[in-house]
């Protein structure tokens, strides 16, 4: 029985060193796209989009620690130093991400939660407990990241990717 459990303590640390350990792109799995920041500028409430990979500065990000035990997260552009965060001026229930100042509220925190497929996560949004979702499904540049009620579909799945330093 300890050896079981010393073997997950030690699949969670290496996944948790995995995500922290510098910056990553973060994939849609319905499309094969990125996380970008709107016209690559890195402005206060510039929105989050999937985007074709160029790997430009604004489309790589840091998952800084708020609770390792729980894979809670804020998402940080290291670019701009701004963190996603869901749209507070939005009154949809399908409230879109957005760069921000970082305000340490529940809208700025992700849970990363495993899928059933390795190296998948559903990220879900601390302040409504509703995932990120590509917005009907689509693979087309420029797509807005909105939460939506989760259905397990690949929109609503992300692959978090290290990027190597040079």
Known sequence: MEAALDLVCSQLRSELQYLTGGEVRIVCCCSGKVWDIAGGAGKVTDHIFQYERHDGPNQRW???PVNMGMRLFEIQSPFCGLVAGLCETDTSSEKHLEVNQRSGDGNQ????EKTQVDGEYFIRAWHSNLVLDIWQKSK???VKIAQHVRHGGAN??????????R
Do not use: C, H, P, Y
């Open 109 to 112: 925190r992700f849970v990363f």
């Open 140 to 142: 087309a540049n420029g």
């Open 156 to 165: 609503q799945r992300f692959r978090v990717e290290r990027i190597n330093s």
């Open 62 to 64: 840091l998952l800084v």
